[in-house]
């Protein structure tokens, strides 16, 4: 059975940190890319980062530029994204999609081939 799950979510104090991680059961992530999106309570999801597979090449929302890196450990079936600085206006909830080699689906505004359930992140004092 294909799967991805996130792991990671939670709360954290602004200016905090935390890091994400989407595993894959059932499927090499060797030849996917693998992109992060987010839902905020009544908005929009929205792509946050995206990594391609076999170059690593990257893409970030210009929102969250400088402050989150994605990156994958094929070995460990697992992408990560690595949230720094986080503000009040990174709470969503985060999920994890796969899409074949290049991160085309990303870009175009979410067509994926699989999907997680996604993590809770809330940043709050």
């Known amino acids: 059975q294909v799967q991805l799950v996130e792991s990671g979510g939670g709360l954290v104090q602004p200016g905090g940190s935390l890091r994400l991680s989407c595993a894959a059961s059932g499927f090499t992530l060797d030849n996917y890319a693998i992109g992060w999106f987010r839902q905020a309570p009544g908005k929009e999801r929205e792509g946050v980062s995206c990594?391609?597979?076999?170059?690593?090449?990257?893409y970030y929302a210009d929102s969250v530029k400088g402050r989150f890196t994605i990156s994958r450990d094929n070995a460990k079936n697992t992408v990560y994204l690595q949230m720094n600085s986080l503000k009040p206006e990174d709470t969503a909830v985060y999920y994890c999609a796969a899409e074949d080699y290049w991160c085309t689906g990303y870009l175009l505004g979410g067509g994926m081939d699989y999907w997680g359930k996604g993590t809770l992140v809330t940043v709050s004092s």
């Open positions: 990594i391609s597979s076999s170059d690593g090449i990257t």
